[in-house]
């Protein structure tokens, strides 16, 4: 797998009440068709690490409709390693055909297992990891979400240097490696925000054992219920934002971090003038999944 890749280009985009606030949106999600945004960062050196060091196989884990999942997969392909993906669900064994993330996952050799919650929720259990050895042999286990320190270190080079210009920089936090990769790599001057796609203030905690400054807020009040939750009002934000800025975004993360951006220039949060850069972490795959959810509950579907 080749990682060598042009540093992602920065577009200025249209936010209600943005007038006094300059926004850009640093398009991650462009930098590859498949392990796109912050997954492609967080795999680099975690592939780079399991061929170098002999191990042919990778094993993570992941949800039905998992970015990680369907990245991983693609990642071991293009590397030449095997790929193993421990999946939350026992019923979802049968429904693979009707899943994209999943089906696309298998065609790119994954092997998936499904585990019952319970089981999953023992995914960090050396007991755990050691039955699954047992079962597969020998492999490299890359953490739900792929955060581990080789992850921060690859997060660390979405910024470019021309980005110290930027006040503000904003991402959405799902585990915390990408938002601790850009707090290392930014300037002590600039401010950077998370927005959690989660409930709850847990992942203070886990960004702190990965970042080296204090230069950081995690913003917790647009998580919309959480990960595949969502509301109607993120929906219209998510079709109107690409009405005007022909620019897609995922309803988990990247499109609740432009709509708390967006409130919070409304509520007057930002300094007049302030130059906010947000980056687009990808998870476009995403949104055929979470639109078959939509279809169902009658609610508009993701443009």
């Known amino acids: 797998m080749i990682f060598n890749l042009e540093n992602s280009i920065n577009e200025r985009v249209i936010l209600r009440h943005n007038e006094d606030v300059e926004v850009y949106l640093k398009r991650e999600d462009a930098i590859h068709p498949i392990i796109s945004g912050n997954k492609y960062r967080k795999l680099k050196y975690n592939v780079a690490f399991a061929k170098e060091n002999n ?19 693609a990642a071991g392909k293009s590397a030449g390693l095997k790929t193993i993906g421990i999946i939350r669900g026992e019923e979802l064994a049968k429904k693979t055909v009707h899943n994209e993330t999943l089906e696309y996952a298998k065609r790119c050799g994954m092997h998936l297992k499904f585990v019952s919650r319970e089981q999953f929720r023992d995914k960090s259990n050396p007991e755990f990891l050691n039955a ?17 320190d080789l992850a921060v270190k690859g997060c660390e080079e979405i910024l470019s240097e021309g980005d110290k210009s930027f006040d503000v920089v904003c991402a959405s936090v799902g585990t915390g490696g990408t938002i601790s990769g850009l707090i290392n790599s930014s300037n002590p001057n600039q401010k950077i925000l998370g927005f959690s796609a989660l409930k709850g203030s847990f992942l203070q905690e886990d960004i702190s054992k990965f970042a080296n400054r204090k230069n950081w807020e995690l913003i917790t009040d647009y998580h919309f219920g959480g990960y595949a939750k969502i509301k109607p009002e993120l929906i219209t934000f998510i079709n109107q934002f690409k009405a005007q800025n022909d620019i897609p975004l995922d309803p988990i993360y990247t499109g609740k971090m432009l709509f708390g951006i967006s409130d919070l220039i409304k509520k007057g949060y930002f300094a007049k003038g302030t130059k906010i850069l947000a980056i687009h972490t990808g998870g476009l795959q995403g949104i055929a999944g979470m639109n078959a959810i939509l279809k169902q509950k009658e609610l508009p579907l993701i443009q």
Request: aromatic share 14%; glycine share 16%; proline share 3%.
């Open 55 to 73: 191990d042919g196989t990778l094993l993570t884990f992941g949800g039905a409709f998992s970015n990680h999942i369907i990245a991983t997969a």
């Open 132 to 148: 699954l050895e047992n079962e597969f042999g020998s492999f490299y286990a890359v953490p739900e979400g792929g955060t581990n």
